[in-house]
């Protein structure tokens, strides 16, 4: 039986508004400007590092824009062998922004956030028992990821762009088929975000460089206990 909207909506829990309000997001909104020096720039990136730790990440670093890879093979492996959601969801390939695409934009901008977020049980990644233990922690990621960008357009960066991880057909829609596909409108505007990988960004290298330990977890039949963590990623451009 398929799922209604609202059932989809409300299978996980989301950050409260008053919640938001109270550590410091959605105050006032500031007007649109296209000249921010370096110095307010990145002060406004520290308080979006700060929000993202609030909002339960267990990292989150500010770097130039200049440092995220943009590899071409990212949106072959997508193809190769071929992932469930491609061609099925409008954030996914062939339908997601191509790296192509990225290599122009990412140098647009100066800085971007990273946050990280550890999976647990590291289990509901490395050895899911429905697909619901994946699901809650790509929507997790998603969520944070639209809140940054979010505040970011609210603070006047009116260019904000995230980009989160794991396809929003499964984080947000349980694997419903895509309502923009079909000529519909999305079930969750302004939520759904292309996972980094599906636009080319290499999350690997990223990560890598910025010192946090990633994991093939899903590389059966090695045992779950063998693998030290789990992790998601996200990333938000800023100006």
């Given at each position: 039986?398929?799922?209604?909207?609202?059932?989809?909506?409300?299978?996980?829990?989301?950050?409260?508004?008053?919640?938001?309000?109270?550590?410091?997001?959605?105050?006032?909104?500031?007007?649109?400007?296209?000249?921010?020096?370096?110095?307010?720039?990145?002060?406004?990136?520290e308080r979006y590092r700060d929000?993202?730790?609030?909002?339960?990440?267990?990292?989150?670093?500010?770097?130039?824009?200049?440092?995220?890879?943009?590899?071409?093979?990212?949106?072959?492996?997508?193809?190769?062998?071929?992932?469930?959601?491609?061609?099925?969801?409008?954030?996914?390939?062939?339908?997601?922004?191509?790296?192509?695409?990225?290599?122009?934009?990412?140098?647009?901008?100066?800085?971007?956030?990273?946050?990280?977020?550890?999976?647990?049980?590291?289990?509901?990644?490395?050895?899911?028992?429905?697909?619901?233990?994946?699901?809650?922690?790509?929507?997790?990621?998603?969520?944070?990821?639209?809140?940054?960008?979010?505040?970011?357009?609210?603070?006047?960066?009116?260019?904000?762009?995230?980009?989160?991880?794991?396809?929003?057909?499964?984080?947000?829609?349980?694997?419903?088929?895509?309502?923009?596909?079909?000529?519909?409108?999305?079930?969750?505007?302004?939520?759904?975000?292309?996972?980094?990988?599906?636009?080319?960004?290499?999350?690997?290298?990223?990560?890598?460089?910025?010192?946090?330990?990633?994991?093939?977890?899903?590389?059966?039949?090695?045992?779950?206990?063998?693998?030290?963590?789990?992790?998601?990623?996200?990333?938000?451009?800023?100006?």
């Amino acid at each position: 039986m398929m799922e209604t909207k609202s059932e989809v909506k409300d299978r996980f829990a989301r950050f409260d508004r008053e919640f938001l309000r109270q550590i410091g997001m959605f105050q006032k909104p500031r007007r649109f400007r296209t000249q921010v020096s370096d110095e307010e720039l990145l002060e406004d990136l520290e308080r979006y590092r700060d929000f993202a730790l609030k909002l339960g990440c267990q990292d989150a670093k500010i770097i130039p824009a200049s440092m995220v890879n943009v590899d071409e093979r990212l949106r072959l492996k997508c193809r190769i062998s071929v992932c469930h959601h491609y061609n099925n969801c409008i954030n996914c390939p062939p339908y997601s922004p191509t790296a192509e695409e990225m290599a122009r934009i990412i140098p647009k901008y100066r800085y971007a956030l990273v946050i990280k977020r550890d999976v647990e049980p590291k289990e509901d990644f490395i050895d899911p028992k429905k697909e619901e233990d994946i699901a809650r922690h790509y929507r997790k990621n998603m969520e944070i990821v639209g809140l940054i960008e979010a505040q970011a357009f609210s603070d006047g960066y009116y260019f904000a762009m995230g980009f989160a991880g794991g396809s929003c057909q499964h984080a947000l829609c349980m694997m419903q088929p895509c309502n923009v596909l079909q000529g519909k409108r999305c079930r969750f505007v302004l939520k759904s975000r292309p996972a980094m990988e599906a636009v080319g960004i290499d999350v690997i290298d990223l990560a890598t460089k910025l010192g946090w330990e990633v994991y093939p977890v899903r590389a059966r039949p090695i045992p779950p206990e063998q693998f030290p963590c789990a992790t998601t990623f996200g990333i938000v451009f800023v100006h």
